[in-house]
Nanobody, 114 residues
Framework: VQLQASGGGLVQTGGSLRLSCAYSISIFMFNYMGWYRQAPGKQRELVGTIRNSGRTSYVDSVKGRFTISRDNAKNTVTLQMNSLIPEDTAVYYC?????????WGQGTQVTVSS
């Protein structure tokens, strides 16, 4: 199983970025998929998840600003990030969990300048 994240970059405060994660197998094989992030000197934290039902959940700090969606035909999961703030600066990782374990993408850097 391979996950390929893309879409990171540099953006000013208040801007938007869209991250995508391409999965090498059908995303229906996963119990749920998610996005995590790790800022310098901090532990990796969960940003949000999306289940096969389409139900999403988010960490409080991104609620109302970030949206996770899925494209079943393309086997991709997208993280739309709006109203970005410097505290969102981190390496973002996509993830998928199935009955065999947890799988990770390579990470993509998001930098928000003040």
């Amino acid at each position: 199983v391979q996950l390929q994240a893309s879409g990171g970059g540099l953006v000013q405060t208040g801007g938007s970025l869209r991250l995508s994660c391409a999965y090498s197998i059908s995303i229906f094989m996963f119990n749920y998929m998610g996005w995590y992030r790790q800022a310098p000197g901090k532990q990796r934290e969960l940003v949000g998840t999306i289940r096969n039902s389409g139900r999403t959940s988010y960490v409080d700090s991104v609620k109302g600003r970030f949206t996770i969606s899925r494209d079943n035909a393309k086997n991709t999961v997208t993280l739309q990030m709006n109203s970005l703030i410097p505290e969102d600066t981190a390496v973002y990782y996509c993830n998928g969990v199935d009955s065999s374990g947890s799988y990770w993408g390579q990470g993509t850097q998001v930098t928000v300048s003040s």
